[in-house]
T-cell receptor
Framework: DQQVKQNSPSLSVQEGRISILNCDYT??????FLWYKKYPAEGPTFLIS?????DKNEDGRFTVFLNKSAKHLSLHIVPSQPGDSAVYFC?????????FGKGTRLSVIA | DTGVSQDPRHKITKRGQNVTFRCDPI?????LYWYRQTLGQGPEFLTY????????KSRLLSDRFSAERPKGSFSTLEIQRTEQGDSAMYLC??????????????FGDGTRLSIL
């Protein structure tokens, strides 16, 4: 039973365009959501987070949107750059250890 | 570099052998987590410590697995009588204290275990 779902295994976007990565969750107790980026042979790197009391958090080119009623969040990267090519993991917690999705591989094409 | 450090980066061993991994967290972090990641999956929680106390263990952590953090600093994860299914990337993460939800975890680069 997957509590955090990333339904798109992969995504290709042209350089300069917007990348939108999606994540759905099922557990209503989750109150904090995070996105991690992972390059091959490295551990996940924290990117951005959002608390359930907010619906948007922005950090430079990265914005995370949270729709609690739909139990859905998304990560927007604009403009996308070739260095953004990586696997992106959505994670959630409700004062518990993190629960991760399976990841989405983003490829930004120059 | 003051990030999370894991050793070794790679471990190859025969089935049935014991292995031990080490994690050194970010120095000011008092929470330390162990995760396992297999191909095509996200990291899965195994166990976590607050200082030297092991506060939670996942059902994934069979009795062949044991983790310690004796002085509240570095941690070790031991797997006894390794099996083929133990082949995975073992990730360590650390975070500060306070409400877990507000403390992003910072990961090391992992130890890749291969069982022959």
């Amino acid at each position: 039973d997957q509590q955090v779902k990333q339904n798109s295994p992969s995504l290709s976007v042209q350089e300069g365009r917007i990348s939108i990565l999606n994540c759905d969750y099922t557990n209503s107790m989750f109150d904090y959501f995070l996105w991690y980026k992972k390059y091959p042979a490295e551990g996940p790197t924290f990117l951005i987070s959002i608390s359930s009391i907010k619906d948007k958090n922005e950090d430079g080119r990265f914005t995370v949107f949270l729709n609690k009623s739909a139990k859905h969040l998304s990560l927007h990267i604009v403009p996308s750059q070739p260095g953004d090519s990586a696997v992106y993991f959505c994670a959630a917690t409700g004062n518990t250890p993190l629960v991760f999705g399976k990841g989405t591989r983003l490829s930004v094409i120059a | 570099d003051t990030g999370v450090s894991q050793d070794p980066r790679h471990k190859i061993t025969k089935r049935g052998q014991n292995v031990t991994f080490r994690c050194d967290p970010i120095s000011e972090h008092n929470r330390l987590y162990w995760y396992r990641q297999t191909l095509g999956q996200g990291p899965e929680f195994l166990t976590y410590f607050q200082n030297e106390a092991q506060l939670e263990k996942s059902r994934l952590l069979s009795d062949r697995f044991s983790a310690e953090r004796p002085k509240g600093s570095f941690s070790t994860l031991e797997i006894q009588r390794t099996e083929q299914g133990d082949s995975a990337m073992y990730l360590c993460a650390s975070s500060g204290s306070g409400v877990i939800s507000n403390q992003p975890q910072h990961f090391g680069d992992g130890t890749r275990l291969s069982i022959l």
